[in-house]
T-cell receptor, first 111, second 115 residues
Framework: EAGVVQSPRYKIIEKKQPVAFWCNPISGHNTLYWYRQNLGQGPELLIRYENEEAVDDSQLPKDRFSAERLKGVDSTLKIQPAELGDSAVYLC?????????FGPGTRLTVT | QQQVKQSPQSLIVQKGGIPIINCAYENTAFDYFPWYQQFPGKGPALLIAIRPDVSEKKEGRFTISFNKSAKQFSLHIMDSQPGDSATYFCAASKDYGGSQGNLIFGKGTKLSVKP
């Protein structure tokens, strides 16, 4: 069974530029999560989807971050404009009931 | 406010030793406690998880001990191997009527197993 797929794996951009991350969850998983992991820290939730609906986006900085999950499968997370403090690993996870399975993440460096 | 506190921050053991990583939580509504293992450049991988209705769970060389009254849980790795060297995260979440809530992670423990 294929795991959670994320792309790109690495991204380097200059501040104020836009960036987008893509996630393909495990087939059949209705719940999709985006987390941000700062260096030396545990992941922190940005947004959680149940099918197409964003059921928890309370931690998403909505002034610059946006996300979508069209057709309840793939999802895209966007940052516009990026700031230096956005440098982190962005992780996508999918799950059913209690278990969550993470993708390899996208390492973003903002210069 | 950190809801899941993890210790130690780093741990070095010899091959065959039994590293123990501890976590404490604050929210008594949490009802699911997983441990994740993360290697450099990889995403966290689910290792083992426990619900509060049991005090211990074993899967292979990994054991979770759970103390509901103390609001603490720990991970034990039996007969540790150099390949176990990784960062381990505890986490907690609560059920929302059939849908899993958000995982709250500890800050991680970097384990190094010396040959």
């Amino acid at each position: 069974e294929a795991g959670v797929v994320q792309s790109p794996r690495y991204k380097i951009i200059e501040k104020k530029q836009p960036v987008a991350f893509w996630c393909n969850p495990i087939s059949g998983h209705n719940t999709l999560y985006w987390y941000r992991q700062n260096l030396g820290q545990g992941p922190e939730l940005l947004i959680r989807y149940e099918n197409e609906e964003a059921v928890d986006d309370s931690q998403l900085p909505k002034d610059r971050f946006s996300a979508e999950r069209l057709k309840g499968v793939d999802s895209t997370l966007k940052i516009q404009p990026a700031e230096l403090g956005d440098s982190a690993v962005y992780l996508c996870a999918s799950g059913q009931r209690y278990e969550q399975y993470f993708g390899p993440g996208t390492r973003l460096t903002v210069t | 406010q950190q809801q899941v506190k993890q210790s130690p921050q780093s741990l070095i053991v010899q091959k065959g030793g039994i590293p123990i990583i501890n976590c404490a939580y604050e929210n008594t509504a949490f009802d699911y406690f997983p441990w994740y293992q993360q290697f450099p450049g990889k995403g966290p991988a689910l290792l083992i998880a426990i619900r509060p209705d049991v005090s211990e769970k074993k899967e292979g060389r990994f054991t979770i001990s759970f103390n509901k009254s103390a609001k603490q849980f720990s991970l034990h790795i039996m007969d540790s191997q150099p390949g176990d060297s990784a960062t381990y995260f505890c986490a907690a979440s609560k059920d929302y009527g059939g849908s899993q809530g958000n995982l709250i992670f500890g800050k991680g423990t970097k384990l190094s197993v010396k040959p």
